[in-house]
């Protein structure tokens, strides 16, 4: 148990940043209508299934349409 409380101060704020990550992701793809890749709809299964960084990453680095 120890371990853990050792650990937790940093996995917080890690947490944090990904689902603000996430919730950003979620508002820019409902948000937006054109995309470089795929669909909406593809996306948001990308995003919401690739929770941990990946799938937000992936929409903005793939999917998402420079204004």
Do not use: C, S
Not at 19 to 24: D, E, K, N, P, Q
Not at 40 to 54: E, H, K, T, Y
């Amino acid at each position: 148990m120890t371990e853990m409380n050792e650990v937790l101060p940093f996995l917080i704020p890690l947490a944090v940043l990904e689902l603000g990550l996430l919730a950003y992701t979620i508002y820019h793809i409902l948000t937006h209508k054109t995309y470089k890749r795929g669909n909406r709809a593809i996306w948001l299964i990308v995003a919401v299934v690739g929770m941990q960084f990946i799938g937000p990453v992936l929409y903005f680095l793939l999917g998402k349409e420079d204004a």
